[in-house]
């Protein structure tokens, strides 16, 4: 624990700081993981169930590709997806 960097990919514990507004989005709206990776199918991205439930818990890497069709199967900005989690001072 000695090294004070922290590895590019885990930003405050989590490869990812999208997931919590991705699953807010998802709840407001009413849809479950399995519709949302449907949605994300049609609109032309290869993703299942368990791939969602591991970007809402932080467990996996959204790719940029992913981020911008999240937001518009969501309706939601991408700049709004972003701001999931707040930075420490």
Known sequence: MGNKY???YDY????????????EARVVQR????EL????QIAGIA???DSISRIENGTRFV???ELKLFAKVLNVDIVWLL??????S
């Open 37 to 40: 990776a449907a949605k994300m």
């Open 6 to 8: 922290v590895k590019i």
């Open 47 to 49: 993703i299942e169930r």
């Open 83 to 88: 701001a999931g989690i707040e930075e420490e």
């Open 31 to 34: 849809m479950s993981q399995s």
């Open 63 to 65: 790719a940029d590709y």
């Open 12 to 23: 405050g514990g989590k490869k990812n700081i999208c997931g919590d507004r991705i699953r």
